[in-house]
Nanobody
């Protein structure tokens, strides 16, 4: 079972940047998409970004396109999420995700953006 541990969350002001990272622990040889979801207060969990194993296919939520950048390092087994020009509506708990069978999730990390 893959294990995912998020880091880098915190509180920032509107317009500032934050970088999340996810450390992936798994046995060698498995190939799968990785990414990030978030759950804002009072809302359903939603996808933020998904990146394929080779990194050639990336999906972003419309709300973060042009502001967030997801990447992955399969050697270091990390999935960074660079978040720029943050908005108050980006406030949420962010979860690292692995498209394994079954899906795997981190425990989540809080990001708070205040004006």
């Amino acid at each position: 079972q893959v294990q995912l541990v998020e880091s880098g969350g915190g509180s920032v002001q509107v317009g500032e940047s934050l970088r999340l990272s996810c450390a992936v622990s798994d046995r060698p040889g498995r190939v799968y998409d990785l990414g990030w979801y978030r759950r804002a207060p009072g809302k359903e969990r939603e996808v933020v970004a998904i990146i394929s194993w080779t990194g050639d296919r990336i999906i972003y939520a419309d709300s973060v396109k042009g502001r967030f950048t997801v990447s992955r390092d399969n050697t270091k087994k990390t999935v960074p999420l660079q978040m720029n020009r943050l908005k108050a509506e980006d406030t949420a708990i962010y979860y690292c995700y692995a498209a394994t069978q079954p899906d795997a999730w981190g425990t989540g990390i809080q990001v708070t953006v205040s004006s």
